[in-house]
């Protein structure tokens, strides 16, 4: 992916991503997430970072209330800069807030959440906040869903592909099912990488696709954000 002047902005084609105050830069995480997620009149993004998945879903549906929230206060106020400079203001709420306390009911809930479960913590506080799950677990992350979103609301996930199994087995044990599984591939001929997930409250047929970082079917999801 490709920055503007530095790698403290990243510009998309309808706002700009200030992130020097973030641990967690913009990626393609979070890019495939906030293009590839269903949403609704109601959206949560849980661990907004620097705001991106939050201003893509107010981009993707401009009828919809955004509410983003994150546990760092550097990323609260970077989030609130993103927003508050991007044609979507009116549509975004940015709060310094934990998931696991946060009260509502949402259409959709978009999280690129912390992934780290065995490793090592990192030195910096603030980059172990965001990548480790010591904040947020995923069995939290599935509890919060499930108390959040509407009967036919959808929670859609980026994960690592060998965390993917354990999300599964923590949205099951809430009553989450999957409905949506995309395997994120670098090259056609490696095994997928990340996988996109998406979940429902009632048992439902689960479509499972397929993504190449850099195919046509990646440029024209993304199409409406890169420059």
Known sequence: MRSVNTMLMFRFKQFAIEQELCAMKVGTDGVLLGAWANGGL???DAGTGTGVIALMMAQ??????????DIDEGA?????QNVAQ?????????LKETLQQHQGEYDAI????????DSLAAPDEQRNMARHTATLT???????????????????????FDYRQRMEDEAIFVGLFPCRV??????EKKPAKRYLLAFKK???PCVKEQLTIGSEAYRQLTAAFYL
């Open 138 to 160: 995923y069995s939290e992350l599935m509890q919060a869903a499930s108390r959040l979103l509407s009967e036919d609301g959808e929670l859609s996930v980026v994960v690592p």
């Open 42 to 44: 109601r959206i949560l």
């Open 76 to 80: 609260v106020m970077q989030a609130q």
């Open 110 to 117: 978009v999280s690129n959440p912390p992934f780290f479960i």
């Open 182 to 187: 995309c395997a994120v591939k670098t090259t």
């Open 86 to 94: 991007s044609p979507f203001s009116a549509q975004v709420t940015v």
């Open 60 to 69: 993707r549906y401009p009828d919809a209330q955004v509410t983003a929230i």
């Open 202 to 204: 009632h048992p439902c």
